[in-house]
Structures are given as C-alpha cells and as structure tokens.
C-alpha cells in the first residue's frame, strides 16, 4: 500500500485502505496478549529460552526469536497506521497508530534490556537468536541512548 504511494504518488488507496489497517491493529490490540500466553509467552519472558512457534526467520543457521519476530510486526502495523494516516490527514487515527507503536515498542525494550547486559537480547538469551538485535537496531526498537553499546 505504502509503496505504492511513493512510487506513483497516489494517495487513494492510501485512503481506501487505512479502515483494514486500523481493523488489523484493532484485532491485534484485542487478541495480540491472550494469544501469545496461549502460545506460553509469558509476560515476562522469565520461562522463554527462544524458538517457540510462530513467526520467525525460517531459513535462519541461528535459533529463532519468535517472539521479538511477533511483537515487531505488531509495533510494525501500528507505526504503518500512522504514516498512512498521516498522508490522508487523519491526525486522530496517526496519534493512534504511533501509541501503539510506542506502547509495543516500550515493552519490547523493557523485557530485552532487563537482563542488563546490554546486548538487547531476551532475558535468559545469548544474543545468538535471529533476528535479534540487528532487527532492533534497524528498526528503531533500541533506545537512541542504548544504539551504539547494542551495536558492539
């Protein structure tokens, strides 16, 4: 849809498509939590060791990060919610789409920086899980402040 946009510059189906994001992110905001405790994601990651079902890097030589891999895409249709609003001028819908960007975002960083290692990794992970922080890092999950010490 976005690129789309920028490619040919039409905003129309910016606009005749934000409704199906806005109800995508509304069923993620409802069922997002329960059905990752259904999939035991717990809320603290304190029973999670990497590599439970879902989404993920399938191809990947390293253990996967199932849940970084969820909760991004989540935090992900948010920030899309917003730019696409943003475009078409709907600053309610925008200021939507960036809190539940940011309210995914907050979570992800308290849970991967709580080991207190600084390698934004989950908290009993070794930083060998893809995606990993790389993801994190190039999409603006990881502090500003915490960028460079995560990148060594």
Not at 19 to 46: I, N, Q, T
Request: charged residues 30%.
């Amino acid at each position: 849809t976005v690129r789309h946009m920028q490619h040919y510059g039409d905003v129309r189906l910016l606009e005749q498509s934000l409704a199906s994001h806005v109800r995508w992110v509304d069923f993620l905001d409802k069922y997002f939590e329960a059905g990752m405790l259904k999939k035991e994601y717990d809320k603290e990651l304190d029973n999670y060791h990497g590599q439970k079902s879902g989404l993920g890097d399938w191809l990947a030589m390293r253990s996967r990060d199932t849940f970084l891999t969820h909760t991004a895409f989540y935090m992900a249709a948010g920030r899309c919610v917003a730019y696409i609003a943003r475009k078409v001028g709907m600053k309610d819908l925008e200021e939507k789409g960036m809190a539940v960007a940011k309210k995914i975002q907050e979570r992800i960083v308290h849970l991967y920086l709580k080991n207190g290692r600084d390698n934004f990794d989950f908290p009993h992970g070794s930083a060998s899980h893809t995606p990993g922080p790389e993801m994190s890092l190039f999409s603006r999950i990881v502090p500003g402040e915490k960028r460079c010490v995560v990148l060594k």
